[in-house]
């Protein structure tokens, strides 16, 4: 059940301009989950532009990198040539490739899932693949836009199909060779043109057994 090259393309238009899609900072559960880690060898599946992998490379992480946007993935690398010296630089390799897919090398200490919006059928086959990807004592850190940001929040696709609160997140992880270490609503301040508003999103982080 791999993706359309539709919704590629789509994710490549997006890319497409001159600008940067999303922000250039880590996502702040990121920060706050992987801050303490000992760096090793991380894994960060649908990267985007790169934001998380070129803060990990940049704290002594060898990050593999992976979205299926050629677009995203040539973002990336040049994001990284801009803001890394050449030695952390070094430490990211960057390939397209769909999150449904085995990921590529590995096993790895961390594995990031952050903002990957997709039903819950293919939700769960991702999971499957970033815990294969992931060695035993590693964690599995998710972070996705929380379906109660429809009634109450702000931010992520206004589908309630595509977002998921923790307890989906967990009841995914069911069967699976995993320990959930933490499983949350959390909130986050976002600066929107209408002012000040709250982010809820679902923060899953569990450890492969
Ligand atoms: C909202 S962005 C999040 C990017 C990054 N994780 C971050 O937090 O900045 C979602 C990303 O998922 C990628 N994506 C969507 N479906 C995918 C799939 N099936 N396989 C791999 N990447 C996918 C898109 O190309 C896009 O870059």
């Given at each position: 059940?791999?993706?359309?090259?539709?919704?590629?393309?789509?994710?490549?238009?997006?890319?497409?301009?001159?600008?940067?899609?999303?922000?250039?900072?880590?996502?702040?559960?990121?920060?706050?989950?992987?801050?303490?880690?000992?760096?090793?060898?991380?894994?960060?599946?649908?990267?985007?532009?790169?934001?998380?992998?070129?803060?990990?490379?940049?704290?002594?992480?060898?990050?593999?990198?992976?979205?299926?946007?050629?677009?995203?993935?040539?973002?990336?690398?040049?994001?990284?040539?801009?803001?890394?010296?050449?030695?952390?630089?070094?430490?990211?390799?960057?390939?397209?490739?769909?999150?449904?897919?085995?990921?590529?090398?590995?096993?790895?200490?961390?594995?990031?899932?952050?903002?990957?919006?997709?039903?819950?059928?293919?939700?769960q086959?991702?999971l499957?693949?970033?815990?294969?990807?992931?060695?035993?004592?590693?964690?599995?850190?998710?972070?996705?836009?929380?379906?109660?940001?429809?009634?109450?929040?702000?931010?992520?696709?206004?589908?309630?199909?595509?977002?998921?609160?923790?307890?989906?997140i967990q009841r995914s992880a069911v069967g699976l060779?995993v320990?959930v270490?933490?499983?949350?609503?959390?909130?986050?301040?976002?600066?929107?043109?209408?002012?000040?508003?709250?982010?809820?999103?679902?923060?899953?982080?569990?450890?492969?057994?």
């Amino acid at each position: 059940m791999t993706a359309t090259p539709r919704e590629a393309q789509f994710w490549n238009d997006r890319y497409s301009g001159t600008d940067l899609v999303w922000s250039s900072a880590p996502n702040r559960w990121v920060v706050e989950v992987c801050a303490s880690l000992l760096p090793g060898q991380a894994l960060d599946i649908a990267a985007g532009e790169g934001r998380h992998a070129i803060w990990l490379a940049d704290r002594g992480w060898h990050v593999t990198a992976t979205d299926f946007a050629s677009a995203a993935v040539a973002r990336l690398r040049q994001q990284a040539r801009q803001r890394l010296g050449s030695e952390a630089e070094g430490r990211i390799q960057a390939a397209v490739a769909d999150a449904t897919a085995p990921a590529p090398g590995g096993p790895y200490d961390l594995t990031l899932l952050c903002y990957l919006q997709l039903p819950l059928d293919r939700w769960q086959i991702v999971l499957q693949r970033a815990v294969e990807a992931t060695k035993a004592g590693g964690r599995i850190l998710v972070v996705l836009h929380a379906r109660e940001n429809l009634m109450c929040g702000f931010g992520g696709p206004q589908d309630a199909d595509l977002l998921h609160d923790p307890a989906a997140i967990q009841r995914s992880a069911v069967g699976l060779p995993v320990a959930v270490q933490r499983s949350e609503l959390v909130s986050r301040a976002v600066d929107t043109d209408e002012g000040p508003r709250q982010a809820l999103d679902s923060l899953v982080v569990l450890r492969r057994t």
